[in-house]
């Protein structure tokens, strides 16, 4: 089983400071985790390849609690939140999505840089979150370093997850 995930929405560019004010908001913080999910990805500056953490969803901010109206009232409360079409400032993740997303990103909610190859046109994944989840990879961007994951997710198509491909023959 597990944990009930939320996920609550806000501006572009304010999720950490929407979340450490939720944290703040929350009246039982010891039994709250408050996260943001991020990606690693590669960048080139300065003639080198550098690695970077990146919001995976921008403008979302993830809470695992065990008490959904509190939830709802901290984040009311906090002016940073925006409603859902619902109504509602925060939706509950279903089990499919919160499984996928527990599997690539772990307890850091961190998604690691995967690595691979290509031999006769298959990609197989080496090391990373990828690996074992070659059927959901939809298009691989070599240039960027990136492979768009299909996800289970409702509010994405499709997520640009870090993927280097080593060699290809």
């Not at 501006?11 to 939720?22: D, Q, V």
């Not at 403008?59 to 901290?74: C, I, S, T």
Request: positive net charge; hydrophobic residues 35%.
């Amino acid at each position: 089983m597990f944990p009930i995930w939320y996920v609550l929405r806000c501006e572009k560019g304010n999720e950490k400071r929407a979340a450490e004010t939720l944290k703040q908001q929350y009246c039982c913080p010891n039994k709250a985790e408050i996260f943001l999910i991020t990606c690693e990805k590669m960048k080139r500056y300065k003639g080198c390849w550098h690695c970077q953490d990146e919001l995976l969803f921008q403008g979302y901010v993830f809470a695992d609690v065990e008490n959904r109206a509190w939830l709802e009232k901290a984040s009311r409360d906090a002016s940073v939140f925006r409603v859902f079409g619902s109504g509602e400032y925060s939706l509950c993740l279903e089990d499919v999505e919160k499984k996928f997303l527990k599997d690539v990103s772990g307890d850091e909610h961190r998604i690691a840089m995967s690595k691979g190859y290509i031999r006769d046109g298959i990609t197989f994944v080496t090391e990373g979150p990828l690996c074992g989840k070659e059927c959901r990879i939809q298009k691989i961007d070599r240039h960027k370093r990136m492979a768009r994951v299909d996800s289970p997710l409702k509010c994405e198509q499709g997520l640009w997850m870090g993927l280097e491909i080593t060699a290809k023959n």
